[in-house]
């Protein structure tokens, strides 16, 4: 099994910047995919970033340029700095991680609330 514990979720202004954190604990040795989706309100769960373990990125058109997603593989966490933030980026963020080889297996964080007042 595999623990993620998210942290960094707040209520900020439009334009504000805020950085989310994930640590993945447990059997993450097969882990080479972290990631961050948010699902807003009425709205499915989608992907806004995930990053390989060799450094790869994939952002969402709605962030690209806003949001950079970074990872520190010895400490088993992924980061995301929100810059430039807007009232749509409102949303819970879950941490994602899973393993590209083979069956795919996704393993999620609790979710930490994001804000933006408008």
């Known amino acids: 099994q595999v623990q993620l514990v998210e942290s960094g979720g707040d209520l900020v202004q439009a334009g504000g910047s805020l950085r989310l954190s994930c640590v993945a604990s447990?059997?993450?040795?097969?882990?080479?995919?972290m990631g961050w989706y948010r699902e807003a309100p009425g709205k499915r769960r989608e992907l806004v970033a995930d990053?390989?373990?060799?450094?790869?990125?994939n952002y969402a058109d709605s962030v690209k340029g806003r949001f950079t997603i970074s990872r520190d593989n010895a400490k088993n966490a992924v980061y995301l700095q929100m810059n430039s933030l807007k009232p749509e980026d409102t949303a819970v963020y879950y941490c994602?991680?899973?393993?590209?080889?083979?069956?795919?297996?996704?393993?999620w964080g609790q979710g930490t609330q994001v804000t933006v007042s408008s």
């Open positions: 994602n991680v899973y393993s590209s080889k083979g069956v795919r297996r996704d393993y």
């Open positions: 447990g059997s993450i040795f097969s882990i080479n995919v």
């Open positions: 990053i390989t373990n060799r450094g790869s990125t």
